[in-house]
């Protein structure tokens, strides 16, 4: 799956909120990110990114 620009600007907005309003605090988002990142680096990753690929074609259908 190649993530797009919009979706990461997304998520970085939605982090952004979070942090600001919702009361999580910086170093939470960080340990989330540093979490995220050494995910990525099992063998669960491939799971994921089909996951998230059939989220993206369920959300945005093609024609």
């Known amino acids: ?12 907005v939605a982090v952004l909120v979070a942090v600001r309003y919702l009361k999580l605090r910086l170093w939470m988002a960080l340990i989330c990110a540093v979490f995220g990142y050494l995910l990525a680096a099992t063998t669960l990753a491939p ?8 989220l993206m074609d369920w959300i945005t259908p093609g024609p």
């Open 1 to 12: 799956m190649t993530v797009s620009i919009p979706l990461v600007v997304l998520l970085g």
């Open 47 to 54: 799971e994921i990114d089909r996951a998230l690929s059939a």
